[in-house]
């Protein structure tokens, strides 16, 4: 209980408080300059994520992804890496969930789980390659994790394009089987029809089991290890090779899994696209404002996730442009990431705190 209540005392609280705040004072200024009305805008955001049941249900089904791919980056970090291939691991988690929801017949008890499966070891497949390189190699996972992306978009392309494509419209898949579907009727019915679906579950499972592999197993303390110190890890015994491929392997599943969701429980189907799935970057700053722990990216995750989702009430509720609504987004985000301002900000106040 002391624990739990640490975590919503003094600092941990109140700076990234201010820190939004501060963000929001921020980006008024400059919608006034851009002749808009920042609460009108700000109303409009605020009644986009939590209007009514539909944006609510739409506002979780957005946050889902963000949490897996948040998850992903803040392990590799934990363990000395940067993982820049969330979104390659994603979209390879998207193809391997397509093709088992696709072409794999079975009963619903056996085909969500494979599916799951297949695209959770797809994405963790993909990252242990950048994992190899870096261990075998010393090639830097950056360099490494942003060719994969690449690689992986062009040749999901191509499967689906070749092999799992609906004859009347080549540009996107057929869809998934029903017995793949995770998606939950009852709970959209309740929600006004938003994509609900057993995603957020598994995200929040997935959080727990970061916290409890990292913090509560051996394999854990030797990949924290690691990430401290390769060199110091290595004169103790751990096999440093292994545990910086296990690293990236684990990280790829996480975003695999994040695909899956966005396959057997969004859309049902896979596009032939031009472009990498955008909740693999997004979750760069996901993990940095989470602090890399797992409550901190579930909490950054629906910061990031509703100020998304509701960027569309921005625009058309008080015709801010999108490129201002990023701006005004970017800055709640710099100033929660720059907690060393923040406490400059406050020193003074808190000199005048100690003294009385």
Do not use: C
Not at 67 to 76: D, K, Q, R
Not at 212 to 219: A, E, G, V
Request: hydrophobic share 55%; net charge positive; glycine share 10%.
């Amino acid at each position: 209980m002391d624990k739990v209540l640490r975590i919503f005392s003094k600092d941990s609280f109140y700076i990234p408080l201010i820190a939004i705040i501060l963000g929001l004072l921020l980006g008024a200024l400059i919608m006034l300059a851009g002749g808009y009305q920042p609460m009108v805008a700000y109303t409009s955001l605020f009644n986009k994520v939590f209007g009514d049941l539909y944006n609510i249900g739409e506002t979780v089904r957005e946050v889902t992804p963000l949490i897996l791919t948040g998850l992903s980056v803040a392990f590799a970090f934990r363990t000395g890496l940067f993982n820049i291939g969330a979104s390659g691991q994603m979209m390879m988690g998207m193809t391997g969930a397509t093709l088992i929801g696709i072409t794999v017949n079975l009963p619903w008890f056996l085909h969500v789980p494979l599916a799951i499966l297949a695209g959770g070891l797809l994405g963790g497949l993909w990252g242990a390659i950048a994992g190899y390189l870096k261990a075998k190699r010393g090639i830097n996972e950056v360099i490494t994790t942003i060719m994969l992306n690449w690689i992986s978009l062009y040749l999901s392309n191509y499967i689906i394009a070749n092999y799992l494509f609906d004859p009347k419209n080549k540009q996107r898949s057929l869809y998934i089987q029903d017995t793949a579907s995770i998606s939950m009727p009852w709970l959209s019915n309740l929600f006004n029809h938003a994509r609900m679906n057993w995603g957020i579950i598994l995200a929040l499972l997935a959080a727990i089991l970061f916290y409890i592999l990292l913090w509560k197993t051996k394999m854990g303390y030797e990949l924290r290890a690691v990430g401290f110190n390769p060199h110091a890890s290595e004169y103790a015994g751990i096999n440093v090779s292994r545990n910086v491929m296990a690293s990236m392997f684990i990280a790829g599943i996480f975003s695999g899994v994040a695909g899956v969701i966005q396959i057997l429980g969004v859309y049902h189907y896979q596009t032939v696209t031009a472009a990498l799935p955008s909740q693999g970057f997004d979750a760069i700053a996901v993990a940095l404002l989470g602090g890399n722990t797992p409550v901190g990216v579930i909490l950054a995750a629906f910061l990031f996730g509703a100020l998304n989702y509701g960027s569309a009430g921005m625009k058309f509720g008080a015709e801010v442009p999108p490129e201002i609504i990023r701006v005004v987004i970017a800055s709640i985000i710099f100033f929660i990431a720059a907690h060393g301002f923040i406490r400059i900000f406050l020193k003074p106040f808190r000199k005048g705190e100690k003294a009385g």
